[in-house]
């Protein structure tokens, strides 16, 4: 055989080998992000959704990170995503950057519907990984837009050390078909976890219900008792509130525990959980915070419940609460005390502490004090 011949086709054949590696090199990555596609379309609540985004995504695909960036339309997702969760708001505050629909019109004006790719994505969204530790280490981007209906509800960046991993003009079918799946995951996860909160919550007041709060009041507690953290247990009660019925009528007791409602939100974080427990008495469990702290919320709210008028028609009504204290840690539990054994407990000596403010002349914070003592 000629040598001339004999090259070309040892060419040819190398040609061959590299377009069937490539072509199974792609078919692996498709079914990668197409599995990682699944996974976060069958996320059941926005806490697994941003494990997934957030942290195995940057192993899955080997990125030096990853940068969510969400339009906050209907003014919930950072509650959504991190309620009850500081630690973790903490550790994704860079990543999961959460936009005002109004306050950040600007930037969301920004968030172009085209994926782009390279140094041109670094440089328009800068601001995606000013924060970013890992900042000095990325030398390739690659912006792609969360669509839904016609309308950016965010954005995804994907960084990476490697300057030729994304580049103007590569192939980006695989990212655009997990940028999509993303933003349905987002958008289905989101509403499926309002739904969920409405089951939860008091519909007069927003307030979450009884229900709800004896399921969270557990996990917390166990939570810090396991990382022996205080919680406090504070129950409140609108004084006089039958006289506010009768002299007012019902519509009137109802808007005095809206207005109730709101004020204590006010007072605490996303984190504490406040539900109307029956009638005009409400629960407000404090995980993680101290007696001290703890008295100085419920003054605060006490004060400005008593001086925060309702108005009704050309007159004004002003209420009063009377507040009831206990603590976690006072209760010289251990972790092999049953669960439902310390909610009993603490919610009995939060309940008496409420009793004694109603007998000390109501308007005033009591803290529950062993008798023994």
């Not at 406040?274 to 709210?301: D, K, M, N």
Request: charged share 25%; glycine share 4%; hydrophobic share 40%.
């Amino acid at each position: 055989m000629d040598e001339s011949v004999y090259d070309k086709n040892r060419e040819l054949q190398r040609k061959l080998d590299h377009f069937i590696k490539q072509a199974r090199a792609n078919e692996k990555k498709q079914e990668l992000y197409e599995t990682f596609g699944f996974e976060i379309i069958g996320a059941s609540n926005p806490r697994q959704l941003r494990d997934l985004l957030l942290s195995r995504s940057v192993a899955r695909f080997q990125l030096l990170d990853m940068v969510l960036c969400l339009v906050d339309h209907q003014k919930d997702a950072d509650r959504l995503f991190f309620e009850h969760d500081e630690e973790a708001r903490l550790d994704s505050a860079n990543k999961l950057l959460i936009l005002d629909a109004i306050k950040d019109i600007d930037l969301i004006q920004s968030l172009t519907v085209i994926p782009l790719l390279g140094i041109e994505a670094l440089t328009r969204y800068r601001w995606m990984i000013n924060d970013l530790k890992c900042r000095d280490q990325i030398k390739s981007a690659a912006y792609f837009p969360l669509l839904r209906s016609n309308q950016v509800i965010g954005a995804m960046m994907l960084l990476s050390q490697d300057p030729h991993r994304y580049q103007k003009g590569i192939g980006t079918l695989f990212l655009q078909k997990l940028s999509a799946m993303t933003a349905v995951a987002i958008e289905n996860c989101l509403n499926q976890q309002r739904i969920k909160e409405i089951s939860y919550q008091d519909v007069l007041t927003q307030a979450y219900n009884r229900r709800y709060f004896d399921l969270r009041f557990k996990d917390e507690i166990a939570r810090c008792v396991r990382w022996d953290d205080d919680l406090i247990c504070m129950f409140l009660d609108v004084d006089h509130f039958k006289k506010v019925n009768d002299n007012y009528g019902h519509q009137t007791g109802d808007s005095v525990l809206r207005h109730m409602v709101n004020l204590i939100k006010e007072q605490v974080r996303s984190c504490d959980i406040v539900a109307r427990y029956g009638g005009e008495e409400f629960v407000v469990a404090l995980p993680s915070t101290t007696l001290h702290a703890a008295h100085e919320i419920a003054e605060r709210l006490r004060k400005a419940i008593y001086s925060s008028a309702i108005i009704l028609h050309d007159k004004q009504l002003n209420v009063s609460v009377s507040i009831g204290m206990a603590s976690l840690r006072d209760l010289s539990i251990s972790l092999q005390h049953d669960a439902d054994f310390i909610c009993t407990a603490l919610l009995d000596r939060a309940d008496k502490a409420l009793y004694e403010a109603k007998e000390g002349g109501r308007n005033q914070v009591a803290v529950y004090t062993n008798p023994m003592l």
